[in-house]
């Protein structure tokens, strides 16, 4: 099994308070990716990272902040949660270059926003 | 942008059915495809993968083939099993490492 672990597994909180999810690998992967799963809309991309500081948007971007200070940790940040932002969060991580893509996945973050 | 289209679900089947779930891509160029399946209260795991047209991603029984002419990936089963009862995604690998998923497809296999 790939080395993710991601924390915390489940979290309550409640609007308006800031939140912060933490995706810590073991692999030395240059990619990382966080992602959240909703009924009936599959996995979209939140924020991606390509290496150490280098950061980009996903589809649905907007409400969070990521950072990646080192190779092995990807945070993202939800500055003022809203319910909206109720979710299962799926940190995901690759080698890159000119593998297949394959990506592997932690186990997933259960958020409820009050 | 990208995009994946997979059948809706619940798909419900008796144990040792055939199973269909159809998958269809648009894309610039040609990706890599994939299938991931995500049992109950885990992450996603790689189930197959295709890399050009016409390859054949096969394993635990599952196949798909890569369809250029009709940007298809659909996943097939001859025979299922009550524990392939799980979640099921394609998904599409764009520029920049980047997958792109369907929104799943629910499998619940009876016994």
């Known amino acids: 099994d790939a080395g993710i672990t991601q924390s915390p597994r489940h979290k309550v909180t409640e609007t308006g308070t800031p939140v912060t999810l933490r995706c810590h690998q073991t692999?030395?992967?240059?990619?990382m990716y966080w992602y959240r799963q909703d009924p009936g809309h599959g996995l979209r991309l939140i924020h991606y990272?390509?290496?150490?500081?280098?950061?980009d948007k996903g589809e649905v971007s907007d409400g969070y902040s990521v950072s990646r200070s080192k190779t092995e940790d990807f945070l993202l940040t939800l500055e003022s949660a809203t319910s909206s932002q109720t979710s299962v969060y799926f940190c995901?991580?690759?080698?890159?270059?000119?593998?297949?893509?394959?990506?592997?996945f932690g186990e997933g973050s259960r958020l409820t926003v009050l | 942008g990208d995009s994946v289209t997979q059948m809706e679900g619940p798909v419900t089947l008796s144990e040792e059915a055939f199973l269909t779930i159809n998958c269809t891509y648009t894309?610039?160029?040609?990706?890599?495809l994939f299938w991931y399946v995500q049992y109950p209260g885990e992450g996603l795991q790689l189930l197959l993968k295709?890399?050009?047209?016409?390859d054949k991603g096969s394993n635990k029984g599952f196949e798909a083939t890569y369809r250029k002419e009709t940007t298809s990936f659909h996943l097939e089963k001859g025979s299922v099993q009550v524990s392939d009862s799980a979640v099921y995604f394609c998904?599409?690998?764009?520029?920049?490492?980047?997958?792109?998923f369907g929104a799943g497809t629910i499998l619940r296999v009876k016994s």
């Open positions: 692999e030395n992967h240059r990619y």
């Open positions: 990272s390509y290496g150490v500081k280098d950061t």
């Open positions: 995901a991580i690759t080698s890159g270059g000119r593998g297949t893509g394959e990506l592997f």
């Open positions: 295709a890399t050009k047209a016409d």
């Open positions: 894309a610039t160029g040609y990706p890599s």
């Open positions: 998904a599409l690998k764009e520029y920049g490492n980047k997958l792109v």
